[in-house]
């Protein structure tokens, strides 16, 4: 039986379709929903065997943690030992929002949602369906991205259905999502912050607001052991279609010659090429090539919001190949290029 799939007023939820959620989500059910960056498959985190499911259904590995959702600051204490000044800070000015904090887990937090480690990633979506179901089920709600594992993160119910069909207990349709890249995950257990995983929340706001931040993914040589440790989602293969990606980095100055002339090195090779590039570059693609426009070079914002649709929609068309065009790393513009730098292989 194909998962039941109910529409949602993003904006108003309606009351009944989040009672039913709620409902699920008690009876240790999965029910995928929408946040303000992609769809989460959420149970509820503090069962142990609903959370356990939601690993089997995604094909997940068993030592990768996932974010605890909660709708309400009073849901914090019961998840982490301490609230460091820096997260003081940040919940004060990014929560709701895409900003994930990892911090130190109470022992309620079972070891399965916190992949066997000592801490647990939290956040606080800012999306009305995703809070009225939290405080409607009145518990935190574990969700990873509810995509299969190693596939694009899914921006439309679509998506879900797609990836897991009747895998979920329900689907909460409440349209595409804003954001369209996960959250910026930002680990507050050690002196000093370290990024895990660029997203949402910018960098650059990060910086501003509590200092210093320390770049896990830039480590990545000499330390790479230590950071798989402190988030083990890095390690595995993220964010891909199955249809070759091809990234071109244009570096600082748009460059659309360079795009080009790999869409076309890879054509004469016999090979159907499609190709992501921004509105700057679309005029310059030789007539007759499948051509998917991400947005302005200058609008990370829009460019996000479509990254996942769009790799989703070109890995269907029967391509050998997609050359995608990158964008400047400023603002979400980083976690774009981190996504189609994994997508890359
Ligand atoms: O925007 C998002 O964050 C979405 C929506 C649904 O909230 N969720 C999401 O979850 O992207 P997921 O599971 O696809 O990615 C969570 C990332 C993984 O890389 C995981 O390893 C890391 O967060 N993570 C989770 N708990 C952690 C912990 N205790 N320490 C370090 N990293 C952790
Ligand atoms: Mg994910």
């Not at 800012?126 to 921006?155: E, K």
């Amino acid at each position: 039986m194909p998962a039941r799939r109910i529409q949602v007023d993003p904006q108003a939820p309606e009351g009944v379709v989040i009672g039913e959620g709620a409902r699920v989500l008690a009876a240790g059910g999965l029910v995928a929903f929408p946040t303000e960056t992609v769809y989460g498959l959420g149970a509820d985190a503090l069962n142990a065997r609903a959370v356990a499911r939601i690993f089997d259904v995604k094909g997940r590995p068993a030592d990768n943690p996932i974010i605890v959702h909660i709708a309400d600051l009073a849901a914090l204490p019961a998840l982490v030992l301490n609230i460091p000044a820096a997260a003081r800070v940040l919940i004060a000015r990014c929560w709701p929002g895409p900003l994930t904090l990892v911090l130190e887990a109470t022992p309620a937090v079972p070891h399965v949602t916190r992949g066997g480690l000592p801490t647990v990633a939290v956040r606080m979506p800012a999306h009305p369906v995703a809070l009225a179901l939290i405080r409607a089920a009145d518990r935190p709600v574990a969700a990873p991205s509810a995509n299969r594992s190693g596939r694009p993160s899914p921006t439309a119910a679509q998506h879900v259905l797609d990836d897991l069909g009747d895998a979920v207990d329900l689907v909460l349709d409440g349209g595409p999502t804003p954001v369209g890249v996960e959250s910026t995950v930002l680990d507050l257990t050690g002196p000093v912050p370290v990024l895990l995983r660029p997203g949402g929340v910018s960098l650059e706001t990060l910086r501003e607001l509590v200092g210093p931040v320390t770049l896990a993914a830039a480590e990545a040589g000499a330390l790479e052991a230590a950071m798989f440790a402190r988030s083990p989602g890095v390690r595995y293969r993220h964010y891909a279609p199955r249809t070759r990606v091809v990234l071109v980095e244009a570096g600082h100055d748009a460059d659309p010659d360079s795009i080009v002339r790999t869409v076309r090195r890879l054509w004469d090779q016999g090979m159907r090429v499609g190709a992501m590039v921004t509105t700057e570059t679309a005029a310059a693609m030789p007539p007759g090539a499948v051509v998917c426009v991400m947005g302005s070079r200058d609008d990370p914002e829009t460019v996000a919001a479509r990254l996942y649709a769009h790799l989703r929609e070109l890995d269907d068309a029967g391509l050998d190949v997609i050359v995608v065009e990158g964008i400047p790393e400023r603002g979400v513009g980083r976690a774009v290029m981190d996504r189609l730098r994994r997508a890359a292989g």
